[in-house]
């Protein structure tokens, strides 16, 4: 009878074992995705940075071409 009792106890352990090795997995996978968002919105930023400063030099040649027809 013992060795029954001995083989629920090992089948608990090894549930426990599995939910474990799965909460570890599912805690990889949430800063898995956390890096990628955030390589995402550096990308994103440096994205707008490039707009804004390409919409800038477009402005000043704009400014450029004015003060040239003005004088």
């Not at 550096?42 to 940075?49: H, I, N, Y």
């Amino acid at each position: 009878m013992s060795e029954l009792g001995d083989l629920d106890t090992w089948q608990e352990n090894t549930n426990a074992w599995e939910e474990e090795e799965d909460a570890a997995w599912q805690a990889e996978e949430v800063l898995r995705q956390q890096k990628i968002a955030e390589r995402e919105k550096r990308a994103a930023e440096q994205q707008r940075k490039k707009m804004e400063k390409e919409a800038q030099r477009l402005m000043k040649k704009e400014q450029n071409k004015i003060g040239v027809k003005l004088s």
